[in-house]
Nanobody
Framework: QVQLVESGGGLVQTGGSLRLSCAAS????????MGWFRQAPGKEREFVVA????????YYADSVKGRFTISRDNAKNTVYLQMNGLKPEDTAVYYC???????????????????WGQGTQVTVSS
């Protein structure tokens, strides 16, 4: 069983930055594809970005491309989401997700992932 714990959320002004972390335990982290998703009040969970097991392939939603950067440190069992140029529409609960897979193309479909963290709130004020 894999446990995921997100941290790093908070309140930031428009244009500011935050760095989210997702620490994993209970599995072989280097064999998991990881994703970040977000959910705003009254909206469906939305794909943000995914990274393959090695960190060599990343896929971004168009809405965050050029502003957000995903990375992973397999030695620390942690995946990061650096968020720059934050906008009010980025306000949401951010979740990390994982699935055992050595695919180089982790999908954006949240149903593909079978482990989820509890989420961390990101609020961007205008």
């Amino acid at each position: 069983q894999v446990q995921l714990v997100e941290s790093g959320g908070g309140l930031v002004q428009t244009g500011g930055s935050l760095r989210l972390s997702c620490a994993a335990s209970g599995g072989i982290f280097s064999t998991y594809a990881m994703g970040w998703f977000r959910q705003a009040p009254g909206k469906e969970r939305e794909f943000v970005v995914a990274i393959n097991w090695s960190g060599g392939s990343t896929y971004y939603a168009d809405s965050v491309k050029g502003r957000f950067t995903i990375s992973r440190d397999n030695a620390k069992n942690t995946v990061y989401l650096q968020m720059n140029g934050l906008k009010p529409e980025d306000t949401a609960v951010y979740y990390c997700a994982a699935r055992y897979s050595v695919t180089n193309y982790p999908p954006s479909d949240p149903s593909w992932y079978n482990y989820w963290g509890q989420g961390t709130q990101v609020t961007v004020s205008s």
